[in-house]
C-alpha cells in the first residue's frame, strides 16, 4: 500500500477565469448603476409633483386680494402676478383654492359666471395650438358648439379668445374663453352667461381685451 494518496482520476476545481470574474463586476455594476438611476428619476419625478401641484394645483391665496364696487371687481394674487379686472360689480366665490383656480366670480342676479385658472403651457405648441385642443375638448365634454375664435391683444399680450354657445329649453346661453400664455404658463378666463342683458354682455366681451394682467 502506498504512503501517498493516489492523485490519479482527480480533477481539481477550476478558478474562475479573469473574464468571468470581469463579467460578474460589470453586472453588479450595471445592477447598481440601474438601481441609482430609477432612485434618482423616482425623485425627479417626486419633485417635478410637487413642483407642478405649488403651481398649478394649489392655488396661494395667502395674498390676494378682491375688491368689488359698482364700477368694477380686481382680482390681485401678488405671489404669481396676475390681475383680474372686470367690470360691474362681481362677487367671489370659494372654491379657488384648488385645481389652479385663481378665483371664481358670479354677477349677484346670478346670470354670469367666471373663473380664472392658469396651467401647464406645452412648448410644443403655439398658442393656436393649444386652443384648438382647447376648443375639442371643450366641445366634446359639454353642450356648447363653436361659433368661433379670433385674435386680440390683452394688455399688449398676444390672446385667442373662444366664444362658444348652446340653446336648452328656449334660453341662450353662452361662453367666452379668454386664453394667453407666458414662459410655460397658460392663463384662461371663461365666462358663462345665461339669458344676460345684451348690452352687459357685449361691456364684457370689450373688456377681455384689458382684463388679464401678468408681471
Known amino acids: 500500500m502506498s504512503l501517498f494518496p493516489n492523485a490519479v482520476g482527480r480533477?481539481?476545481?477550476?478558478?474562475?477565469?479573469?473574464a468571468s470574474s470581469n463579467r460578474r463586476t460589470i453586472i453588479l455594476i450595471l445592477v447598481f448603476s440601474g438601481v441609482a438611476i430609477l432612485a434618482a428619476g423616482g425623485y425627479a419625478l417626486y419633485r417635478a409633483g410637487s413642483w407642478y401641484s405649488q403651481h398649478y394645483l394649489n392655488i396661494d391665496q395667502s395674498q390676494a386680494t378682491f375688491i368689488a364696487?359698482?364700477?368694477?371687481?380686481?382680482?390681485?394674487?401678488?405671489?404669481?402676478?396676475?390681475?383680474?379686472?372686470?367690470?360691474?360689480?362681481?362677487?367671489?366665490?370659494?372654491?379657488?383654492s384648488t385645481l389652479g383656480v385663481f378665483c371664481f366670480l358670479s354677477r349677484?342676479?346670478?346670470?354670469?359666471?367666471?373663473?380664472?385658472?392658469?396651467?401647464?403651457?406645452?412648448?410644443?405648441?403655439?398658442l393656436d395650438q393649444q386652443v384648438a385642443a382647447m376648443a375639442y375638448a371643450q366641445t366634446k365634454v359639454s353642450r356648447f358648439k363653436l361659433v368661433g375664435i379670433d385674435s386680440l391683444e390683452v394688455n399688449g399680450r398676444p390672446a385667442r379668445r373662444m366664444m362658444l354657445e348652446?340653446?336648452?329649453?328656449?334660453?341662450?346661453?353662452?361662453?367666452a374663453i379668454l386664453i394667453t400664455t407666458k414662459d410655460y404658463n397658460l392663463y384662461s378666463f371663461t365666462i358663462y352667461d345665461r339669458?344676460?342683458?345684451?348690452?352687459?354682455?357685449?361691456?364684457?366681451?370689450?373688456?377681455?381685451?384689458?382684463?388679464?394682467?401678468?408681471?
Open 195 to 215: 339669458n344676460g342683458d345684451e348690452d352687459s354682455w357685449k361691456e364684457l366681451m370689450i373688456s377681455l381685451s384689458r382684463a388679464v394682467e401678468l408681471q
Open 69 to 96: 364696487s359698482d364700477a368694477e371687481s380686481v382680482y390681485r394674487n401678488p405671489a404669481y402676478g396676475v390681475t383680474l379686472r372686470l367690470p360691474g360689480k362681481w362677487e367671489r366665490r370659494p372654491g379657488g
Open 11 to 18: 480533477n481539481p476545481q477550476p478558478h474562475p477565469s479573469r
Open 108 to 126: 349677484p342676479d346670478g346670470k354670469a359666471h367666471a373663473f380664472f385658472q392658469t396651467g401647464f403651457a406645452s412648448p410644443h405648441q403655439n
Open 166 to 175: 348652446s340653446t336648452s329649453g328656449g334660453e341662450l346661453q353662452r361662453e
